[in-house]
């Protein structure tokens, strides 16, 4: 069975405090991607990459970066975690096929 | 850049009734994808339709149907006979052809639909 994996189900850290958040999948996708959900906003994207070293960034990337040094693992990396960051985090990955589209089970944060 | 719509932020409906939710997105584009997805209490994102912006026929996946209305830029999704386990967050989602976000989906706020016994 095919899937997205996040490491964390559930996340508390620090004010201050460097943060990963780690998806690994199993499809040989290209594309992989990085979404942020809360309430009364949705999924919104915070980075995507579509190759191994490339990064873009999307809707929100502030506070945020990314690393991606091998195909299958797409690390998002909060490099100060703020309040403001609590939230639930998604990854996706795609194979660019219309059907291809696989999401993690989310990561959720909690910054104290 | 495109939005996505979803104006009913919760809806409730009664098992085995019918329901439907409302999403409408803005785009000057004209090839695109739209999705329905679910994702229930476990948070895992499932999708439930997909409809593709040249194809006429409105999709259906069993109990799920889209009404695509592209002039009117409307997509809504309409579960009949509801279940109990449909209950969950829809969310409304666009995709851009050809793409230049490595195939990003564009979601809607979502829509919270609890189905009664």
């Known amino acids: 069975d095919v899937k997205v994996t996040q490491s964390s189900r559930y996340l508390v850290k620090r004010t201050g405090e460097k943060v990963f958040l780690e998806c690994v999948q199993d499809?040989?996708?290209?594309?992989m991607f990085w979404y942020r959900q809360d309430p009364g906003l949705g999924l919104r994207l915070i980075y995507f990459?579509?190759?191994?070293?490339?990064?873009e960034k999307g809707d929100i990337p502030e506070g945020y970066s990314v690393s991606r040094e091998k195909k299958e693992r797409f690390s998002l990396i909060l490099e100060s975690a703020s309040t403001n960051q609590t939230s639930m985090y998604l990854c996706?990955?795609?194979?660019?096929?219309?059907?291809?589209?696989?999401f993690g089970s989310g990561t959720r944060l909690t910054v104290v | 850049a495109q939005t996505v719509t979803q104006s009913q932020p919760e809806m409730s409906v009664q098992e085995a009734e019918t329901v439907t939710l409302s999403c409408t997105y803005d785009?000057?584009?004209?090839?695109?994808?739209l999705f329905w997805y679910k994702q229930p209490p476990s948070r895992q994102m499932i999708l439930v339709i997909r409809?593709?912006?040249?194809?006429?026929q409105n999709a259906t996946e069993n109990r799920f149907s889209v009404n695509f209305q592209k002039a009117a830029k409307s997509f809504s999704l309409k579960i009949s006979d509801s279940q109990l386990g449909d209950t969950a967050m829809y969310f409304c989602?666009?995709?851009?052809?050809?793409?230049?976000?490595?195939?990003?989906?564009?979601f809607g706020k979502g829509t919270s639909l609890l189905v009664t016994p």
């Open positions: 409809q593709e912006a040249y194809k006429q």
């Open positions: 989602a666009f995709m851009k052809l050809p793409s230049n976000s490595g195939y990003a989906l564009n």
């Open positions: 990459s579509y190759d191994v070293k490339m990064k």
């Open positions: 785009t000057s584009e004209s090839n695109y994808y």
């Open positions: 499809m040989d996708h290209e594309n």
């Open positions: 996706a990955s795609s194979s660019g096929q219309i059907d291809g589209y696989t």
